[in-house]
């Protein structure tokens, strides 16, 4: 105990110092973004990267600079991992799809189940931390009902205790699963942006392989399977092929 007292006292200093370093750049960043800097705005938002410190707000500054400075393919590489962090976020959304239009590709993505829909837009309603702090709130309110009904002699109370309990240890469970499903999908790197101008798809992970179609650089693509230095990808219409993993970028 006294070793890890002492260590936590050694790293205290280091961290708090990181924390004010980070503080600084980010003034720093925004700053630069201001004045129309944006060169040494994107250097200051990735030193904070860099540092180890990632938030949904940061990655959508460094878009916004990305995008300003005229690099569209990093612009959206920096919007879709700022709505991997923050899918409710509108602002994201917006400047995503506003970058979008400039990729080359146009894709139609294949149609999803209503349910599906439904339930990722109930998902992404709130962020991870929020749907665990629910599913926190909603298990103490089952522990307090169940007391209420274990205790109260009062047959009324029994009944709305257990029913309400029910209700509120299941809303708990679907809650919890939530937030893992989004802490999941944040943990993934299944997904990429590419990067080359443009690339001819494979059709096995070779450049001997037969060429399946073109896509240009900014369009958002699916990993789904690696050999070496290639990738299986798989575009939203559906279309499957293979590229060389340095065409890509993962989010």
């Avoid at 995008?67 to 923050?86: C, H, S, T």
């Amino acid at each position: 105990m006294k070793k890890l007292f002492a260590i936590i006292l050694f790293a205290l200093p280091f961290f708090l110092n990181a924390q004010e370093n980070n503080t600084a750049l980010w003034e720093q960043a925004n700053n630069h973004y201001t004045a129309e800097e944006y060169q040494q705005a994107i250097s200051a938002y990735e030193q904070i990267l860099t540092n180890g410190q990632e938030s949904a707000k940061l990655y959508f500054n460094l878009g916004n600079a990305y995008y300003k400075a005229g690099d569209v393919n990093n612009a959206i590489l920096n919007y879709e991992r700022a709505q991997k962090l923050a899918p409710q976020d509108e602002d994201i959304a917006f400047n995503l799809q506003i970058a979008n239009q400039f990729v080359v590709t146009k894709i139609e993505e294949l149609p999803k189940p209503f349910f599906l829909r439904w339930k990722t837009s109930v998902i992404n309603k709130y962020p991870t931390d929020t749907w665990a702090a629910i599913s926190v709130g909603a298990f103490i309110l089952f522990l307090l009902l169940l007391g209420l009904f274990l205790f109260s002699k009062n047959s009324t109370a029994k009944r709305f205790a257990f029913w309400f309990g029910i209700l509120a240890v299941v809303f708990s469970g679907f809650t919890f699963s939530w937030a893992a499903h989004q802490k999941a999908v944040i943990n993934k790197h299944d997904q990429a942006i590419v990067f080359c101008p443009r690339v001819t798809v494979k059709s096995s992970p070779a450049e001997t392989g037969t060429d399946l179609f073109l896509i240009y650089e900014g369009v958002k693509v699916d990993i789904t399977d690696r050999l070496d230095s290639w990738r299986e990808i798989r575009l939203a219409d559906g279309n499957k092929g293979w590229l060389p993993d340095s065409c890509i970028v993962t989010i």
